[in-house]
């Protein structure tokens, strides 16, 4: 099995080296990942700048862009092969909820998948990096029982898998959920810089609105795994009705305007 590594914490950070360490003895591993920090990226590509990439001392691949980029240049060029799967993270605090929009760790995952490649993206919950051999430990575990299942190779999936920051023993189970709800972001920071200018700065995410049984928020806080699998198409289909009565409407008045 061929595996792409990919995170949005940067090449150096311990959640991809661990992921690494925890699959390269099962599969063929290769790790492309970017040079910095790149958090909240979501799926950005690079289009008016260039792109370079380097090779650290481990073998690790970095590209000088985002996550999105990183698998977009592995899948379209870098490698001389196509991988069976693309796996993504261990990133530094949790991806759920509203997080999966903006997140690089997804994001580049999902450039996987949008490529017709399974994916996964792994976090974990808390941004302490407590108990990252554990979570790399689950990570190859899920990996390795999706092999063995035949899940991977198959039509093309994405995953999003958040793993509580526990020892071993306090670990529960995987359990299958839909995304919860973030309330809105904390307030914007403002702060003036040495010439006097007010400097802006994001606020923390908020708390969780819907942290209801069956979503991700909730099976992390019983300590459990959470997945759950994601998609892209962002059509309303729910409301498609409403919106062609509106838009009716809206080309009766427009026409009749004209």
Known sequence: MKILICNDDGYQAPGIVALYEALKDFAQVEVVAPEHNNSAKSNALTLNTPLYV?????????????????????????????????????????????????????GAAMEGYLFGVPAIAFSQVERNWQHLDVAAQKARELVQQMAQQNLIGQAPWLLNVNIPSLALDQMGHMKLCRLGRRHAAEPVITQPNPRGETMYWIGAAGQAKDDAEGT???????????????????????????WSQTVTKLQMVIGSAG
């Open 54 to 106: 380097a090779k650290a001392a481990n073998g690790f691949r970095y590209v000088n862009g985002t996550p999105a980029d990183c698998v977009h240049i592995a899948l379209t060029g870098l490698l001389d092969y196509r991988p069976d799967l693309v796996v993504s993270g261990i990133n530094n605090g949790a991806n759920m909820g509203d997080d999966t929009i903006y997140s690089g760790t997804v």
């Open 216 to 242: 991700d928020f909730h099976a992390t806080a019983q300590g459990h795994m959470s997945m759950t699998p994601l998609k892209i198409d962002l059509t309303d289909y729910a409301h498609l009705n409403y």
